[in-house]
């Protein structure tokens, strides 16, 4: 069965501090992985589509990398304003209708 | 450039109240359309989607049904809600042949 498992759940960081945001996936065949962020009560919004193990994406602080069992959101030098839940989605090699398959998300809260 | 509109943005229903969320985008052709929902602490979940014009696949059984009368609008339906139809409403659409989704700013039903 395809899953994707995100953590932590939960992470509070001070401006500056520096860390990442795991994504597991079990998917048979990946065709994409994807990175939104979530605003509490706003649709989420695209941030990345990485397709093949080895792939870096990168939008001012974050930073997206790749393997064939997981990603990792880098965020470097956090701000406040990069609050926000982050959600990690993967589409199956065997879909063709674009289905995404998300993980619960990581909810990052980022202290001045 | 391509967007999309999901209203309203907040309904509070009664249980056994008809329900209609109305999705369109702009400024493409032919999209795949989704609806998917997000209960609180969960993942998003696919609900329906639609490769064409009165082309619907639903992912689970449910109390709800879609429709797309025309090409770049979709429909979400019920009879009759039930408590457990509460939740976040979104609405996304992709480019036929690509992998990424784009969301809309979600509709959160409340049923009472």
């Known amino acids: 069965e395809d899953q994707v498992t995100q953590s932590p759940e939960a992470l509070r960081l001070q401006e500056g501090e520096s860390s990442s945001l795991n994504c597991s996936y079990t998917?048979?065949?990946?065709?994409?992985l994807f990175w939104y962020r979530q605003d509490p009560g706003k649709g989420p919004e695209f941030l990345f589509t990485l397709y093949s193990a080895g792939e870096e994406k990168e939008k001012e602080r974050l930073k997206a990398t790749l393997t064939k069992k997981e990603s990792f959101l880098h965020i470097t030098a956090p701000k406040p304003e990069d609050s926000a839940t982050y959600l990690c989605?993967?589409?199956?090699?065997?879909?063709?209708?674009?289905?995404?398959?998300f993980g619960q998300g990581t909810t990052l809260q980022v202290k001045p | 450039s391509q967007t999309i509109h999901q209203w309203p943005a907040t309904l509070v229903q009664p249980v056994g109240s008809p329900l209609s969320l109305e999705c369109t985008v702009e400024?493409?052709?032919?999209?795949?359309l989704y609806w998917y929902r997000q209960a609180a602490g969960r993942g998003l979940q696919l609900l329906f989607y639609s490769v064409g014009i009165g082309q619907i696949s639903s992912e689970v059984p449910q109390n709800l049904s879609a429709s797309r009368p025309q090409d770049r609008q979709f429909i979400l339906s019920s009879k009759k809600l039930l408590l457990s139809d509460s939740g976040f409403y979104l609405c996304?659409?992709?480019?036929?042949?690509?992998?990424?989704?784009?969301f809309g700013q979600g509709t959160r039903l409340t049923v009472v």
């Open positions: 998917v048979s065949g990946l065709r994409g």
């Open positions: 400024g493409t052709s032919n999209p795949n």
């Open positions: 989605a993967v589409q199956a090699g065997s879909s063709n209708t674009g289905k995404l398959i």
């Open positions: 996304a659409w992709s480019v036929m042949g690509s992998t990424e989704a784009f």
